[in-house]
């Protein structure tokens, strides 16, 4: 069974000083684990879902624990990657189970998404993600679905990781307006369908003032759709940022590191 828990709390147990409830013969402490299960929050337990857990048999076998929701999906690793190469995608039906308890979700990331799985696992995430804090997708696809303004239900304001590569999302701003606490924000290889204008950044930057590592990656110039009428005068108003430390701006093959002033973001 590909469940695992991801226990962050540190428990040993000394085999001189070994508690009443330890079941000796098993070497396993009984009241050790009906502990685990009684105080999930304090210890931070996690179902961990991969693309080959048998979510819909097996969740219901364990606590409603948070899940975290990640794995390779068996598509290109990157656009380098030979298109002819043989690669054998995963079923995303353990996926939608468990991306359908909605109310449990806590973390998702997912790589090496074709486009019919990227269609797929869009579908269950329409609704709103209460909990989740993590949020990374990535494709390398040559043909992918445009993810639509109702993604995750529109808002998601525990959102603090926020990466995806290769998939148009030109909605991303408004969704991200609530997410005040996002620390990490990765938009890279951005398609021109999933064009974001220069403007709806300037105005998202200006909420996300905990934000401390920004990149931002488009396919090719192209991305720009008024490019032959030179560039644009800077805009009038600056967004500060003052825990930024990390700026990566890729334009096609060129990639700009920075910012000179790691506090302010034009």
């Excluded at 002819?84 to 039906?93: C, E, I, M, N, W």
């Excluded at 991200?176 to 403007?199: C, K, M």
């Excluded at 009428?229 to 600056?238: D, N, W, Y």
Aim: with cysteine; glycine share 6%.
């Amino acid at each position: 069974m590909r469940v695992f828990l991801f226990i962050f709390f540190a428990f040993s147990l000394s085999t001189t000083n070994r508690p009443s409830g330890c079941d000796t013969r098993r070497k396993r402490p009984t009241r050790f684990y009906h502990g685990l299960f009684r105080s999930p929050r304090r210890l931070n337990l996690q179902l961990c879902c991969s693309p080959k857990t048998p979510a819909r048999d097996t969740l219901d076998v364990w606590p409603a624990l948070p899940l975290n929701v990640l794995g390779y999906m068996g598509g290109r690793f990157c656009y380098e990657e030979p298109v002819f190469l043989p690669r054998l995608p995963l079923g995303t039906d353990g996926i939608i189970a468990a991306l359908a308890q909605s109310n449990r979700v806590c973390s998702v990331h997912l790589w090496g998404l074709t486009g019919w799985q990227l269609e797929e696992i869009l579908a269950p995430m329409q609704v709103p993600f209460r909990w989740i804090t993590v949020m990374q997708l990535y494709s390398y696809d040559e043909t992918l679905p445009v993810i639509p303004d109702s993604f995750l239900g529109g808002s998601a304001p525990h959102l603090q990781y926020f990466k995806l590569s290769g998939i148009p999302f030109p909605g991303a701003p408004k969704l991200l307006l609530a997410a005040t606490r996002l620390v990490n924000l990765r938009l890279w290889d951005i398609p021109h369908s999933g064009y974001i204008s220069p403007e709806e950044m300037v105005a998202l930057f200006s909420v996300l003032s905990s934000l401390e590592s920004l990149s931002l990656g488009f396919q090719s110039p192209q991305s720009r759709p008024d490019r032959e009428i030179g560039c644009p005068p800077p805009p009038s108003t600056r967004s500060i940022m003052p825990v930024l430390d990390f700026f990566c701006l890729q334009r096609g093959y060129r990639i700009f590191r920075g910012p000179r002033d790691p506090h302010r973001c034009p």
